[in-house]
């Protein structure tokens, strides 16, 4: 085995990093790289390259010589293969470095140094001592320390299909086989393999992480140090397994049958889909979308309550996010493409909660939860902004606007308040719309930032008001409603100056406005009430401290400049309010 260069220098570029800059090296070029020369003969396939600890199997097409024509290598047969590890075995740096700018298939030319240094080789080097060797990268099995420690080491035999991996709640179908270092067989799947979920773990408690880093289809082997399998107890036999000894390094042959992806669609685990066909293309059925789907809808016991698009029934067709169907349903199905098929399961806080529902083939009891078998057969997904003209954006909105105060007025804030926010964002200024129409857009967009405002206060969401009433005072400062509504929020906030302020500018701009009137007879009570709570406070301190008289005095005296300080601040805050309303 011949070693060209040192393995204990470092270099300072990623591998793979000259050739993804680079444009591709031509058949017949010679190009120079930092360490080596290479020139190219035959082109590879795709375009992937191996990285370190990657074991790679080359061909050495010519003999090793020196630059004088020297023969130095003559004891290798031409034309035999070769296996190794970059970086690890003693194939010498250099020609580590230089196999890693190969793709499979390809023939090259390397002029290495052969001082066993790093240093760069000039191209017109008369360097005798150094080497060059005609290779050819016949194949190569990546390799992926899992930990980054050694303790996992996964040698991928065969790539899987695509890019998606395991996340941690799918369900996945492997087959396996687990052996010792003396080849004795610990547990072996059937020939269907094995399905389990993620989260529940399986075998051993690494083979999650591992399985999370395949493909559909991938098969790899895998060492595992005894640290990621059973330690220093080892296992008793049982279970399927046969027993293993204390610090037993496990060998596993693994394949990465399917798997299942399950998504957490509520962010609380109460509605949780799992995809059992996945749909077509790259677009799911958003808010607002008319949707077309056939299911299955039966209790966790298996018992069928209600079935559309099945048999004889008719598919069921609704808009998401319209409260047309169970919030569980509407939140899922808003989720899926055209042509998937998936199991929702949903808990009773998306589903009928905790009342008794008659449905078409059975009675759903209280606090059930459901499942549902679901295939998306078809969807119209509403328009987004950028594809309506500035006609069409304001009627859209016109009309959100429209829906939305029919839901404020029964009482349903937080729909409301999303067709506030969605009518605003169809409005929002994208420099599409001419003179008259920016007018026309303007006021549909205050208006409804104004009673999503008027929502947030409803549902106690003080802070979200307060941001929409100054959204609105950014383009239109005096506007006695938006100061109206923010005076509100403040007030229950407990920021009563602030209060203040917008009230009496409300009341410069309308100074007959009742509902302005109102809101500041309350606030002035408010203001009265605290200052009596503050003052009994303030005299229960004091009526603790009697016995330390100069810690009275400075209390007082703090007291007073505080007082003096907030007299001071109401002042100018009195005044800013006046010169802005002015202005």
């Known amino acids: 085995m011949v070693v060209l260069l040192s393995e204990e220098d470092e270099f300072d570029e990623e591998p793979g990093e000259v050739v993804d800059s680079a444009p591709p090296q031509k058949v017949g070029e010679e190009r120079e790289f930092s360490g080596f020369k290479k020139k190219l003969f035959k082109p590879g396939q795709g375009l992937e390259f191996p990285n370190f600890d990657d074991v790679v199997t080359v061909r050495c097409v010519g003999i090793g010589t020196l630059l004088d024509g020297t023969t130095f290598d003559s004891t290798r047969e031409r034309d035999q293969p070769r296996t190794f590890a970059l970086g690890k075995d003693d194939i010498g740096a250099g020609l580590d470095r230089a196999i890693i700018t190969m793709k499979k298939g390809e023939v090259a030319l390397f002029t290495l140094p052969g001082d066993g240094g790093d240093g760069d080789v000039s191209l017109d080097s008369d360097d005798s001592s150094a080497v060059r060797f005609e290779v050819e990268l016949v194949s190569w099995i990546t390799v992926v320390d899992v930990c980054k420690d050694g303790g996992v080491v996964k040698k991928i035999l065969e790539k899987g299909s695509g890019i998606e991996r395991p996340g941690d709640l799918d369900e996945v ?14 547990v072996e799947t059937l020939e269907g393999g094995v399905e389990f979920h993620m989260k529940d773990g399986h075998l051993f408690p690494i083979l999650p992480k591992v399985i999370m880093t395949m493909t559909r ?7 595992l140090q005894p640290q990621y399998a059973f330690g220093e107890k080892g296992r008793e036999a049982g279970s399927g397994l046969c027993s293993i000894p204390p610090n037993s390094v496990l060998h596993v042959n693994i394949e990465l049958v399917s798997f299942k992806p399950v998504i ?7 509605v949780i889909k799992k995809i059992l066909k996945e749909g077509e293309g790259a677009f799911t059925a958003n808010e607002g979308a008319n949707v077309t789907v056939s299911f299955t809808a039966m209790l966790e016991d298996g018992t069928v309550f209600e079935k559309r698009g099945i048999g004889e029934t008719l598919p069921l067709e609704f808009i998401t996010d319209e409260e047309q169907v169970i919030t569980g349903l509407d939140r899922a199905v808003a ?3 055209k042509g998937e098929r998936a199991i929702i399961s949903i808990h ?3 589903a009928f909660g905790d009342v ?5 083939i059975a009675i759903v009891p209280p606090g059930s939860n459901v499942v549902y078998d679901i295939e998306m057969m078809d969807f119209i997904k509403e328009k987004a902004p950028w594809e309506l003209n500035s006609k069409e954006k304001i009627e859209v909105a016109g009309r959100m606007k429209e829906e939305g105060n029919v839901l404020f007025k029964v009482g349903n804030y937080q729909r409301a308040g999303k067709k506030y926010e969605k009518a605003a964002d169809f409005v929002d200024e994208d420099g599409s719309f001419g003179f008259d129409e920016q007018k026309q857009a303007q006021t549909l967009k205050v208006s409804c930032w104004l009673n999503s405002a008027a929502c947030s206060l409803k ?4 802070p979200g008001a307060i941001k929409l009433c100054s959204q609105v005072l950014d383009v239109e400062f005096c506007n006695v409603k938006a100061f109206y509504r923010r005076a509100q929020a403040y007030i229950e906030t407990g920021d009563y100056l602030l209060a203040d302020v917008d009230i009496k500018k409300a009341l410069v701009v309308d100074p007959q406005n009742r509902d302005v009137k109102v809101i500041q007879k309350k606030l002035k009570q408010l203001q009265a009430d605290s200052d009596k709570k503050d003052a009994k406070l303030y005299e229960n301190m004091l009526a603790r ?3 330390d008289p100069s810690m009275a005095i400075k209390r007082l005296k703090v007291e007073k400049d505080q007082g003096e300080n907030e007299e001071v601040a109401r002042m100018e805050i009195d005044e800013v309010a006046d010169s802005a309303v002015i202005q």
Do not use: C, H, Q
């Open 217 to 223: 289809g991938e098969k790899a082997e895998l060492i």
């Open 356 to 360: 008794e529902v008659r449905r078409d």
């Open 173 to 186: 179908l492997v087959k396996y086989r687990v052996v010792l270092g003396d080849g004795t067989v610990v």
């Open 459 to 462: 549902l106690d969401d003080f």
């Open 335 to 337: 989720t899926m493409k």
């Open 264 to 270: 957490n669609v509520t962010g609380d685990s109460k």
């Open 348 to 350: 009773p806080d998306y």
């Open 545 to 547: 401290k009697t016995k």
